[in-house]
């Protein structure tokens, strides 16, 4: 078949359209019968178990999902706002533990963060502060118990002096 001039110019313009329209209808159809899994929402529930600690004492974080989501998730934490400090870990089936210990003093804030997959959206977990503070140093502990003592002597000398009083009555 050969072709030539404006009326064959024509034909060929108009099948290319019908073609061009088919193929779309084909491909609608096709998207159709298999359509993309929507994504869901999860929410992430971060906790601790202290809000309060001395250098490298060691304590419990942990983060439960909404859903029961398995696959890497990420720790992230600042430490007096410098940061965030990343460490990259583990969420099995919904839930995430660690025991975890701050190296320096100051206000630690840390969180989780799930990049998400076919299944479910990404997430970033509720914020948890740690206040840091540094541990009584040696010479201080040493005053503290010497301060007890002391007081602890002198109520024994009060109780001592009373039951002398009331002997002598």
Known sequence: MVFSGEEDASRIQRLLGCFAFALM???SLMLAAFPTAASQTVTLEFTSSTH?????????INATASAPITGPVELR??????GPF???GQMTNGFFERTWGCASTGNW???LVWEGNETYDPAQSNAVSID??????????????????????????????????????
Request: no cysteine.
């Open 86 to 88: 990343t460490w990259d």
């Open 25 to 27: 209808l084909v491909l």
């Open 132 to 169: 840091v503070q540094a541990a009584l140093a040696e010479d201080d502990s040493t005053i503290l118990i010497v301060v007890g003592v002391v007081i602890l002597a002198a109520i024994i000398g009060g109780v001592a002096y009373v039951i002398s009083k009331r002997k002598k009555q």
């Open 109 to 111: 804030t840390l969180w």
């Open 77 to 82: 934490w600042t430490i007096n706002g410098s």
């Open 52 to 60: 309060t600690a001395h250098p490298v004492e060691m304590f419990t």
